[in-house]
């Protein structure tokens, strides 16, 4: 069984920076694809950004974001720079086995971490 847990959230600024991280547990996830997908209230889970091979973003977070991971840690993060008021969100961490924009592709999922951006 995998563990994920995520860490890092919290209230900052617009302009501002947050890096997520994203410890794993139960499992080496070296080979694994690892996600990030954030959900506001009211709205459905949406893709953010993933890693395997090659990276991959959002378009709205793209230039912004970057995800990358240190395997010899079995943590992947999510560095956030130029945050905006629309970033605020829930951000959780996913791990699978394809690179996916889809939800249901990801077969283990972390409780998650506020992030609020005020503007």
């Known amino acids: 069984q995998v563990q994920l847990v995520e860490s890092g959230g919290g209230l900052v600024q617009a302009g501002g920076s947050l890096r997520l991280s994203c410890a794993a547990s139960?499992?080496?996830?070296?080979?694994?694809?690892m996600g990030w997908f954030r959900q506001a209230p009211g709205k459905e889970r949406e893709f953010v950004a993933a890693?395997?091979?090659?990276?991959d973003y959002a378009d709205s977070v793209k230039g912004r974001f970057t995800i990358s991971r240190d395997n010899a840690k079995n943590t992947v993060y999510l560095q956030m720079d130029s945050l905006k008021p629309e970033d605020t969100a829930v951000y959780h961490c996913a791990a699978g086995t394809i690179r996916s924009r889809r939800t249901n592709q990801y077969a283990y999922w972390g409780q998650g971490t506020q992030v609020t951006v005020s503007s």
């Open positions: 890693i395997s091979w090659t990276t």
């Open positions: 139960g499992r080496t996830l070296s080979s694994a694809v």
